[in-house]
């Protein structure tokens, strides 16, 4: 069950440290701090079940606007 | 003896058929006369079924095409009658290494274990396959090959499968009970009956480049994100015999796909990997490739096969090993419709079973094409980290992706199979192909061979019932299974019983031997479950 209460001892020192992650960072780099954090994260984790549940929140209210590169095929 | 499959022409030759004042009847029509037609062909040859395949062509496989053998393929290939010669002739592997950059980020082994007549894989081009196979079924006398023979038209009709076959000469037409359509991913029968397989395109392309070379790779599966010798795409190196070698280059969508074929570009892509010039180009081909599958594989009267029926990306060898499964599943099904020692539902399980089968090879083979090919700007990010993360972190190994490679499927829930009324442990349930094991000097795959068959673990293999099909009994002795592997992959204990189908997946099994068990079992496993007592 994917925890949403407060489990951070110090919230303003974790948000201080999430932005001092990403400073003077292009997009692109942020990306790829961004993918390794989630990556490192989600192995940390290791419930699939919790991983599906924050996967469903983080992606709530968001509608797709764009497309991924793959076409129809028939043959 | 040497002898240059690719170059082989076979000659037309006027069958009476094409003569004969009557359409000519045929039970079994295989059209395609690739690995999975002549597999099927074969199959149902061996089994005592005359059967006639057509191919439109007068030659087999032109390039190495598909060089991946499979442990299960193999396997197949044994009871065929043509394994022992793939083998030698082939090179075998078991490793495989993925590299990002120039280093080495993760290794695996695809047999582990020992204990198994046959290696994780065999790499050969095809066309040795197609000419092994060709040569085990020029041994069978109730198989005619017709070369150069076209089918155009295919209608199912009250009297069978009615077929026009073009020929160098006049077309003809052929009935048929059952057609089996082996003819490849564009499928010309597919198309006549206005059929489709339908899925996705990825947007990129591929290199093949064989070359010849002397060189002392070892014989494993190389795999290269993004090197330094062709950066930003992937590269994969793969040994075959008579010092022939599969370059896979990335090339990305935007190449040119006529262009990229031309040596003055192909060499200078080879020698920035090797180093040196010291190679020559063997066959090249620029493909890009698609996930997709028919909705249904059969079709009344007419049953689809191999690429004709699904196709998946070459990363994972998926191609043509669950085309040559596609056959053994099918032909033995075949063979007893035919024979009438089972109703003519039983095919719909080859559909149950291989579209399941399909769907799990278009899933891995998906994913990884997502790996490699990433589709979005969200997922190369994350291919990225993982490749970066791989360095130093054990579980970002794990996610690495370039192809999880050919594995038989378990077909989970089939209505073929005795659902376990007693505690096993181990990958044998039922739907999973019967593992392999020393005994002696035998093998336990050699000893099922084909056929149903009763596999007991005890001293002495019990009495068999009379039934239709017939059953065989084999017994694994506990002194001929010194290192007890059998019995461990079978969870096995004195008098554990199994019920093997003819291509060699468990149908049942049972803690001790119980003829009533079996006959049931053997019912459900021909599709006779719900009909009454079998005979």
Same mark, same amino acid.
């Given at each position: 069950?994917l925890?949403t209460?407060?489990?951070?001892? #110090?919230? $303003?020192?974790?948000?201080?440290? @999430? !932005?001092?992650? =990403?400073?003077?960072?292009?997009?692109?780099?942020?990306? #790829?701090? $961004?993918?390794?954090?989630?990556? @490192? !994260?989600?192995? =940390?984790?290791?419930?699939?079940?919790v991983l599906r549940q924050a996967m469903a929140r983080a992606r709530q209210g968001i509608e797709p606007a764009?497309?991924?590169?793959?076409?129809?095929?028939?043959? | 003896?040497?002898?240059?499959?690719?170059?082989?022409?076979?000659?037309?030759?006027?069958?009476?058929?094409?003569?004969?004042?009557?359409?000519?009847?045929?039970?079994?029509?295989?059209?395609?006369?690739?690995?999975?037609?002549?597999?099927?062909?074969?199959?149902?040859?061996?089994?005592?079924?005359?059967?006639?395949?057509?191919?439109?062509?007068?030659?087999?496989?032109?390039?190495?095409?598909?060089?991946?053998?499979?442990?299960?393929?193999?396997?197949?290939?044994?009871?065929?009658?043509?394994?022992?010669?793939?083998?030698?002739?082939?090179?075998?592997?078991?490793?495989?290494?993925?590299?990002?950059?120039?280093?080495?980020?993760?290794?695996?082994?695809?047999?582990?274990?020992?204990?198994?007549?046959?290696?994780?894989?065999?790499?050969?081009?095809?066309?040795?396959?197609?000419?092994?196979?060709?040569?085990?079924?020029?041994?069978?006398?109730?198989?005619?090959?017709?070369?150069?023979?076209?089918?155009?038209?295919?209608?199912?009709?009250?009297?069978?499968?009615?077929?026009?076959?073009?020929?160098?000469?006049?077309?003809?037409?052929?009935?048929?009970?059952?057609?089996?359509?082996?003819?490849?991913?564009?499928?010309?029968?597919?198309?006549?009956?206005?059929?489709?397989?339908?899925?996705?395109?990825?947007?990129?392309?591929?290199?093949?480049?064989?070359?010849?070379?002397?060189?002392?790779?070892?014989?494993?599966?190389?795999?290269?994100?993004?090197?330094?010798?062709?950066?930003?795409?992937?590269?994969?190196?793969?040994?075959?015999?008579?010092?022939?070698?599969?370059?896979?280059?990335?090339?990305?969508?935007?190449?040119?796909?006529?262009?990229?074929?031309?040596?003055?570009?192909?060499?200078?892509?080879?020698?920035?990997?090797?180093?040196?010039?010291?190679?020559?180009?063997?066959?090249?081909?620029?493909?890009?490739?698609?996930?997709?599958?028919?909705?249904?594989?059969?079709?009344?009267?007419?049953?689809?096969?191999?690429?004709?029926?699904?196709?998946?990306?070459?990363?994972?060898?998926?191609?043509?090993?669950?085309?040559?499964?596609?056959?053994?599943?099918?032909?033995?099904?075949?063979?007893?419709?035919?024979?009438?020692?089972?109703?003519?539902?039983?095919?719909?399980?080859?559909?149950?079973?291989?579209?399941?089968?399909?769907?799990?090879?278009?899933?891995?083979?998906?994913?990884?094409?997502?790996?490699?090919?990433?589709?979005?700007?969200?997922?190369?990010?994350?291919?990225?980290?993982?490749?970066?993360?791989?360095?130093?972190?054990?579980?970002?190994?794990?996610?690495?992706?370039?192809?999880?490679?050919?594995?038989?499927?378990?077909?989970?829930?089939?209505?073929?199979?005795?659902?376990?009324?007693?505690?096993?442990?181990?990958?044998?349930?039922?739907?999973?192909?019967?593992?392999?094991?020393?005994?002696?000097?035998?093998?336990?795959?050699?000893?099922?061979?084909?056929?149903?068959?009763?596999?007991?673990?005890?001293?002495?293999?019990?009495?068999?019932?009379?039934?239709?099909?017939?059953?065989?009994?084999?017994?694994?002795?506990?002194?001929?299974?010194?290192?007890?592997?059998?019995?461990?992959?079978?969870?096995?204990?004195?008098?554990?019983?199994?019920?093997?189908?003819?291509?060699?997946?468990?149908?049942?099994?049972?803690?001790?031997?119980?003829?009533?068990?079996?006959?049931?079992?053997?019912?459900?496993?021909?599709?006779?479950?719900?009909?009454?007592?079998?005979?």
């Amino acid at each position: 069950m994917l925890n949403t209460e407060p489990n951070l001892a #110090a919230p $303003d020192d974790f948000y201080e440290a @999430l !932005l001092a992650l =990403h400073q003077d960072l292009t997009p692109d780099q942020a990306r #790829a701090v $961004d993918a390794r954090l989630i990556l @490192l !994260l989600c192995n =940390h984790v290791g419930d699939m079940a919790v991983l599906r549940q924050a996967m469903a929140r983080a992606r709530q209210g968001i509608e797709p606007a764009g497309h991924d590169a793959t076409l129809a095929a028939s043959a | 003896m040497h002898v240059d499959y690719q170059s082989l022409r076979f000659e037309y030759r006027r069958s009476p058929d094409q003569s004969s004042a009557e359409v000519a009847r045929h039970p079994v029509v295989v059209v395609g006369a690739g690995p999975v037609g002549l597999a099927t062909a074969i199959d149902l040859a061996q089994s005592g079924q005359r059967v006639l395949l057509l191919d439109d062509d007068r030659c087999l496989s032109s390039g190495s095409r598909a060089i991946c053998f499979a442990k299960r393929t193999l396997e197949i290939f044994d009871r065929l009658g043509l394994g022992e010669r793939v083998v030698e002739k082939g090179v075998t592997w078991n490793r495989g290494r993925v590299f990002h950059r120039e280093a080495p980020v993760y290794g695996f082994d695809l047999l582990p274990e020992g204990g198994h007549r046959r290696p994780a894989f065999v790499n050969l081009q095809q066309y040795y396959v197609e000419g092994f196979l060709l040569d085990r079924a020029g041994a069978l006398p109730n198989l005619e090959i017709r070369w150069g023979n076209r089918v155009t038209a295919v209608e199912d009709g009250a009297e069978g499968v009615r077929l026009t076959v073009e020929t160098p000469e006049e077309a003809y037409g052929v009935l048929a009970e059952y057609v089996v359509a082996a003819d490849g991913a564009r499928s010309p029968v597919r198309r006549a009956m206005g059929l489709e397989s339908r899925g996705r395109t990825f947007r990129d392309r591929f290199l093949i480049a064989d070359i010849r070379m002397a060189a002392d790779f070892p014989a494993e599966r190389w795999f290269w994100f993004d090197p330094p010798f062709h950066p930003g795409q992937s590269v994969l190196l793969h040994r075959q015999p008579d010092g022939v070698w599969r370059i896979d280059f990335q090339l990305g969508w935007d190449a040119d796909p006529v262009a990229e074929r031309a040596p003055e570009r192909v060499i200078p892509r080879v020698r920035a990997l090797l180093g040196h010039d010291d190679f020559t180009l063997e066959w090249v081909s620029v493909y890009t490739f698609s996930c997709l599958r028919m909705e249904r594989f059969r079709h009344g009267r007419v049953i689809f096969a191999g690429d004709a029926a699904h196709g998946v990306s070459p990363f994972g060898a998926r191609g043509a090993n669950s085309g040559v499964q596609d056959a053994e599943n099918l032909a033995w099904k075949l063979a007893l419709v035919l024979r009438g020692e089972a109703p003519d539902s039983l095919l719909d399980s080859y559909d149950a079973e291989r579209v399941a089968a399909a769907d799990e090879n278009i899933l891995h083979s998906t994913r990884s094409t997502d790996f490699i090919t990433p589709k979005s700007e969200s997922s190369r990010a994350f291919r990225d980290a993982v490749l970066d993360l791989a360095g130093d972190c054990a579980f970002a190994r794990r996610l690495v992706n370039s192809g999880r490679l050919s594995t038989p499927s378990t077909y989970g829930g089939s209505p073929l199979s005795t659902p376990d009324t007693e505690g096993f442990a181990g990958s044998a349930v039922p739907g999973a192909p019967a593992p392999d094991a020393p005994l002696g000097g035998d093998w336990l795959l050699r000893r099922l061979g084909g056929g149903f068959v009763l596999l007991h673990f005890g001293e002495a293999a019990p009495e068999v019932p009379e039934t239709v099909p017939a059953l065989r009994a084999v017994a694994v002795t506990p002194g001929e299974d010194a290192e007890g592997l059998a019995a461990a992959r079978y969870d096995a204990r004195p008098g554990t019983t199994y019920l093997i189908r003819p291509d060699q997946h468990v149908a049942a099994r049972w803690r001790r031997f119980d003829p009533a068990a079996v006959r049931a079992a053997l019912d459900r496993a021909v599709g006779r479950a719900g009909e009454g007592a079998g005979c």
